[in-house]
């Protein structure tokens, strides 16, 4: 199982960026797809996950701002992201688990500008 993670780049302060990731590979159902994020300094945090049933959970920081999707067919998952702040900048990390397997994506830079 692979995942591909697009999206990320320069913005500023208030702008919006919309992050996807695909997986590809034999994967009969994804349980979680989510996003994480690890900013300099700091360790990896959770941004959003959404599970196969629709249930979604966000980190405070971007509550209101940031919008979780997938697509199970396309087994992608989206994260629209809105009035984005500069401590929103960090690398973007995709993550999906299924049966007891948690893969990781590449990561995407997320830099906002002030």
């Known amino acids: 199982v692979q995942l591909q993670a697009s999206g990320g780049g320069l913005v500023q302060t208030g702008g919006s960026l919309r992050l996807s990731c695909a997986a590809s590979g034999n994967i009969f159902r994804i349980n979680v797809m989510g996003w994480y994020r690890q900013a300099p300094g700091k360790e990896r945090e959770l941004v959003s996950d959404?599970?196969?049933?629709?249930?979604?959970e966000y980190a405070d920081s971007v509550k209101g701002r940031f919008t979780i999707s997938r697509d199970n067919a396309r087994k992608t998952v989206y994260l629209q992201m809105d009035n984005l702040k500069p401590e929103d900048t960090a690398v973007y990390y995709c993550?999906?688990?299924?049966?007891?397997?948690?893969?990781w994506g590449q990561g995407t830079l997320v830099t906002v500008s002030s």
């Open positions: 993550n999906v688990k299924y049966l007891r397997t948690s893969v």
């Open positions: 959404m599970s196969s049933g629709g249930s979604t």
